[in-house]
């Protein structure tokens, strides 16, 4: 892991920054495709026009979780560090609450259908998740526990997992996190050509990412417990599995209830 690339003049091109762009490009990119090749190029167009803004309110909502909700404890005692997020500390949940309160006032302006437009984002939205944790990787932060052995990552002087365990090495669960993100991936360009209800991939993505979240916070080492030991994270990913799921069901009734018109080619 490397925290520094190098410097242009005393300007330090910092890991976690190049590949936290890499990932949101990435996402962009592969969102953008698969809206060409859907043929949704007036979708496309919306979703470049949300682009800045959403990646703005991602930001805001990462680090608002990360310091109010993950690790208020240290950053009430160092109020200068809540602007700092070159020194990492950016919650992917909270990310993706931010840039959907955006996405929802966007909708809602513009008359468009937030599930069509969420199932879109869907692909690039963990992929560029599973690149992220390679920035966390890089910078040494969102790591694991000791592992109690003689394996494990050891981190180097000056990250904050060395700070934190000093030289014993822990579980990478930033990652397996990472490779947990590319199986979703991987399951939700699979499901893609598949006829599910207008809002389902979107919802299955994030169900099984938190899924996959609440597990791994087990192995976590920079996040603590608070209510019944269950860490922040945890309780954001059982929320959100649980308004997925209600959410589906919701859908499922009213798609039930108001079966879309067959075209002219499935009657035939």
Aim: proline share 4%; hydrophobic share 50%; net charge neutral.
């Amino acid at each position: 892991m490397l925290q520094f690339l190098g410097h242009i003049g005393s300007f330090p091109i910092r890991s976690y920054s190049l590949l936290f762009m890499l990932a949101f490009g990435l996402g962009v990119g592969v969102t953008v495709t698969l809206a060409k090749l859907q043929k949704k190029n007036e979708l496309a167009e919306h979703f470049l026009n949300m682009v800045a803004p959403m990646f703005l309110c991602a930001i805001l909502g990462s680090r608002f979780w990360q310091v109010f909700f993950f690790d208020w404890e240290f950053y009430s005692q160092h109020p200068g560090e809540i602007i700092a997020i070159w020194h990492g500390g950016l919650s992917i949940q909270g990310g993706i609450v931010g840039a959907l309160l955006y996405g929802i006032w966007y909708v809602r302006k513009h008359k468009i259908s937030f599930w069509e437009l969420a199932d879109l984002c869907a692909p690039g939205l963990i992929l560029g998740q599973s690149i992220g944790r390679d920035a966390n990787l890089m910078n040494g932060d969102a790591f694991g526990d000791p592992t109690g052995g003689n394996w494990g990552i050891l981190y180097p002087e000056g990250t904050n997992a060395r700070a934190a365990f000093g030289d014993k090495p822990l579980y990478p669960a930033e990652v397996w996190e990472g490779q947990m993100d590319v199986i979703i991936f991987a399951i939700v360009m699979i499901l893609l050509p598949r006829k599910l209800n207008r809002g389902y991939l979107f919802l299955i993505t994030n169900a099984l990412y938190n899924i996959g979240r609440f597990l791994l916070e087990m192995l976590r080492g920079d996040s603590p417990g608070f209510l019944f030991g269950w860490t922040a994270a945890q309780w954001t990913s059982v929320s959100i599995i649980t308004i997925c799921v209600i959410a589906a069901i919701i859908i499922y009734l009213k798609e039930k209830e108001n079966p879309p018109l067959k075209t002219t080619d499935e009657m035939l």
